[in-house]
Antibody
Framework: QVQLVQSGSELKKPGASVKVSCKAS????????MNWVRQAPGQGLEWMGW????????TYAQGFTGRFVFSLDTSVGTAYLQIDSLKAEDTAVYYC??????????????WGQGTLVTVSS | DIQMTQSPSSLSASVGDRVTITCRAS??????LNWFQQKPGKPPKRLIF???NLQGGVPSRFSGSGSGTEFTLTISSLQPEDFATYYC?????????FGGGTKVEIK
């Protein structure tokens, strides 16, 4: 049974950093790409980009370059999203979501439960 | 970037109604489209893949159709558990893009 379990909610001050984890189980971690999706409060879904779990190569959507970093620890089957220099507008639920193949362009079936990141002074 | 225009943004319907939601792509995406249902506080749940294929375990009252630039999600007889927000996702080209969402509310 595929599972993606994300780390818990975070409350951060502006300018701080946060690292969200997404631990995968039930499949071969390096065989499927991992996407990251943002959902601001009361808003829709926004694709942030993806990471090739075989090579570690990340691809970022426009608007998610510079302060956002995707990374992996394949030894423990975990993907990470780090956001630096947090701003109030980064307040959102962040989801990891597994692709149906080794690239992002294969559709998405499995989702983590989401991690709420709140940025407030 | 491929824009996905989803309509309507919200609708009110009664149990038993037939509901249709549309996503239009700004350029052709073949059938590289997923439909998701999202309930408050939960991650999205995939209903349809490949534009028209029902995900396992999803009730048959849900169906998808379309190819190229125009796609529809139909709920043939709305049930109480179907009140939720629905999204389309194109995965034909980078960046993947979601439609803006359709909130289905109780009339």
């Amino acid at each position: 049974q595929v599972q993606l379990v994300q780390s818990g909610s975070e409350l951060k001050k502006p300018g701080a950093s946060v690292k969200v984890s997404c631990k995968a189980s039930g499949y071969t971690f390096t065989s499927y790409a991992m996407n990251w999706v943002r959902q601001a409060p009361g808003q829709g879904l926004e694709w942030m980009g993806w990471i090739n779990t075989n090579t570690g190569n990340p691809t970022y959507a426009q608007g998610f370059t510079g302060r956002f970093v995707f990374s992996l620890d394949t030894s423990v089957g975990t993907a990470y999203l780090q956001i630096d220099s947090l701003k109030a507008e980064d307040t959102a639920v962040y989801y990891c979501a597994r692709s149906e193949g080794n690239t992002a362009l294969r559709g998405v079936l499995w989702w983590g439960q989401g991690t709420l990141v709140t940025v407030s002074s | 970037d491929i824009q996905m225009t989803q309509s309507p943004s919200s609708l009110s319907a009664s149990v038993g109604d037939r509901v249709t939601i549309t996503c239009r792509a700004s350029q052709g995406i073949r059938n590289d489209l997923n439909w998701f249902q999202q309930k408050p506080g939960k991650p999205p749940k995939r209903l349809i893949f490949g534009a028209s294929n029902l995900q396992g375990g999803v009730p048959s009252r849900f169906s998808g159709s379309g190819s190229g630039t125009e796609f529809t999600l139909t709920i043939s007889s709305l049930q109480p558990e179907d009140f939720a927000t629905y999204y389309c996702l194109q995965h034909n080209n980078y960046p993947q893009t979601f439609g803006g969402g359709t909130k289905v509310e109780i009339k």
